[in-house]
């Protein structure tokens, strides 16, 4: 009896110990993205010197990506002008239905920082066809299309290549003459994505967050949509460098990479959509901007 008794005493006192040692139930792991779902890692950060920002009188914001990898001489304009706050108090003055939201100084009498290149050479073309991921078929407007590894739209004609004007896409408004758009003038299409601009303005950057507050503006009946009073402008109330505002005051915002499986999953999904949607492929202005605010 006594040593049943001790056997049991044993027993009991290894138990809590067992207990302790058990192996530990393993947390349920995230379950995988779906193929054509972004990864982490393909999210990267914009530098905060090619994020434009613009602040309405309405208090709304607007975020510009500039490409400048694409147009150096235009965007280094834009910093320029951004620096001295040229655009402060000026206007959104021309609202186009189903095509252009167009800013800056309406009487174009202004005088622009003396750094300024006032006729940059134009940059209607970039230095090649490059994507990181190619449409399976032409357009009307180009022999072949495609998004780079960074994210912007490009197109080729099989000679030149070039920033593709789609929505939300930002240019340069200039005269007649090609190198007339020093950028302090800037528009973009509101509507419809404005290809026959291709190779013919120059592309300096995209909308990626508030373009809801440009396209939802009023539209002018006036010739070209140009406001006939100064009343019906909507006025600005800075613009800045992201770069050159408080560390704590600028956004920071992410691209997705597309040099990838699932942003090549992501685009054969949208080429080739599940019935009953009829596939019939996809135009480059159709892909996403696929830019996010850095967690």
């Known amino acids: 009896m006594a040593k049943t008794l001790l056997v049991l005493a044993a027993t009991l006192a290894a138990a809590p110990l067992a207990a302790q040692t058990a192996p530990q139930t393993a947390a349920p792991s995230r379950p995988a993205p779906a193929a054509a779902e972004p990864a982490p890692e393909d999210w990267r950060d914009i530098p905060d010197d090619e994020i434009l920002l613009i602040q309405l009188q309405s208090g709304r914001q607007i975020a510009i990506r ?28 021309r609202v186009q239905e189903n095509w252009v939201a167009q800013w800056g100084d309406p009487t174009e009498k202004k005088p622009l920082p003396p ?9 209607f073309e970039i230095a090649a066809f490059t994507p990181a991921q190619r449409l399976s078929k032409p357009d009307s ?16 004609d099989g000679k030149a290549a070039w920033l593709t004007h789609c929505y939300g896409m930002v240019g340069v408004a200039r005269d007649a003459l090609p190198d007339t758009g020093s950028g302090s003038e800037l528009f973009t299409p509101i509507g419809q994505s404005a290809r026959r ?7 300096v950057g995209r909308v990626i967050e508030g ?10 009946d006036a010739p070209m949509g140009v406001y006939a009073s100064a009343g019906e402008r909507t ?30 999953a992501m685009l054969a999904l949208r080429e080739n959509p599940a019935p009953p949607t009829i596939a019939t492929g996809v135009n480059v202005c159709d892909l996403p901007a696929a830019v996010r605010r850095r967690p």
Request: hydrophobic fraction near 40%; glycine fraction near 4%.
């Open 115 to 123: 750094e300024l290149i006032t006729r940059p050479p134009a940059e």
């Open 211 to 220: 373009m809801q507050w440009l396209s939802a503006l009023p539209r002018s």
């Open 66 to 93: 500039l490409a400048a990898r694409f147009a150096p001489a235009h965007v280094n304009n834009i910093r320029t002008l951004a620096a001295a706050r040229w655009w402060d108090g000026e206007s959104v003055y």
């Open 197 to 203: 601009l291709d190779r013919n303005y120059t592309v």
């Open 141 to 156: 407007y180009a022999s072949a299309t495609g998004v780079t590894a960074d994210g912007w739209p490009v197109a080729s």
């Open 235 to 264: 006025g600005i109330q800075w613009v800045r460098l992201a770069g050159q505002m408080p560390p704590d005051e600028r956004p920071h915002f992410q691209y997705r990479a597309t040099d990838n499986a699932r942003y090549a």
